[in-house]
């Protein structure tokens, strides 16, 4: 295939191209509008002037850079190439445009509110929620045949994501929802008032495992409205992301970070297991670090449950008279002089005596093999992989613990799609590479966004242009 004949692609292959990750622009002072109509004039005067400051790290001199470690943020995070910018912009021009793409549908995700959801204050949180849905739900819904926008949902109590799902879902006819499940808390010993980690040690809490809250009243709503979790978040600023001086290595992994500890709290809390029927996605992180979890998790498996535990690693397994004859028979001698007192040392009995709490991890997945672990961890999940990413082919190879569910996100709109044409012969390419394989393609562009959404809402994709073959996929 030509290079940047991204129509030609879409025109060999016999499927529909669904894109689980794009990205528009939004315009700051329609936005402040409508937080004045959601909240007041007020918040919308705070929040408008926020976005007018040039931000702690850019005020401060390199001293102050270095002693309070302000993280170096992006910077020049859109395309510059003109009409792909204006296309971000304007869903109008980008829907007009989706045949050039060689693109049949997408869902669309913000920009400057991509952290909305993430806000300590809650009353600015949630007034930039609400106003952001309620913007997006008039803005595209004359384009809802090619895009459908997100809603922002935020999490940090499960009765505020509850009520904005519900908002979003019921009363704009929104079909999609974004959540940050990665949070940054204050520890409570330490904590100030409200939930700010300014100056205090914090954690990142997930949402699955040891929270304030039950958050398993969010999952449940989700499966009620037929609404599949997606998540998309960062870890910026988190304390392995604190160089003053490089963006690159605060930026480089930071999704995949973020999700990391997520899906590890879904997974070992067992939410997935508690909802087998509700779909997650991970997007922009890829799927590469899922391959190493689920290869950490089948090995953690195998030797860590407590009953693989009980049988190899259980302290008063050891023969102690043995250990203290081989001792006598090979120890050095500063050991051979103290064998006994050596042996009293390991305290075996006491390391066996205080382990009577939380003593299997793996407790909450109701699995048996490693085969139905890699199977649980596969069915639910999804992950949303960046068109130049050869790290997707892991998904696919069959060398790997399960066939895990990739899927295109291609994040245009962003500065890592320095030209919207070229998503599909950069995907392309991992076929003519012999990476994956067709089938494998039309998994990743088609068959897994469709699974993801359509198996929470089997009418999704209803009014869309994927409609039938959508329709046909959910019924094969």
Known sequence: MAKGDAARIRAHLNHPILDGDGHWL??????????????????????????????AWYEASWEERRQKRLSRGNWWIHTADTMDFASAMLPGLMASRMEELGLDFCVMYPTRCLGANNIPQADMRQAIC????????????????????????????????????????????????????????????????GDSTAGVPYYIDTLGLDNASDYDKLWQRCVDLGVAV?????????????????????????????????TKALFLGGVVTRFPNLTFSFLEGGVSYAVILLCNLIGGWEKRRYDAMLQHLHPTNIDTEKVRDLFDQYGYGALKSKGDDAIASLRLQDLADRETESLDDYDKLGVGTKRELADLFARNFYFGCEADDPGNAWAFDTRMPARLKAMLGSDVGHWDVTDFAEVMPELYEMVEHHLITEADLRDLTFTNPVLLHGQMNPHFFDGTAVEDAARQALQA
């Open 26 to 55: 939004e315009s700051v002072p329609v936005l402040v509008d409508y937080i004045r109509d959601v909240a007041g004039a007020q918040m919308a005067e705070q929040y408008g002037k926020a976005q007018e400051r040039r931000g």
């Open 130 to 193: 609400r106003a952001y849905n309620t913007m997006v739900a008039d803005i595209f819904g004359p384009y809802k045949s090619r895009l459908t926008p997100a809603a922002m949902i935020p999490c940090y109590t499960p009765e505020e994501a509850v009520a904005e799902l519900e908002y979003a879902m019921g009363s704009l006819g929104l079909k999609a929802a974004s959540f940050k499940g990665s949070l940054q808390r204050p520890i409570p010993a330490y904590a100030n008032e």
């Open 230 to 262: 997606t998540i998309h978040q960062g870890s910026n600023g988190w304390v392995n992301r604190t160089s003053y001086s490089n963006s690159e290595f605060n930026r480089l992994g930071h999704a995949a970070n973020s999700h990391d500890p997520l």
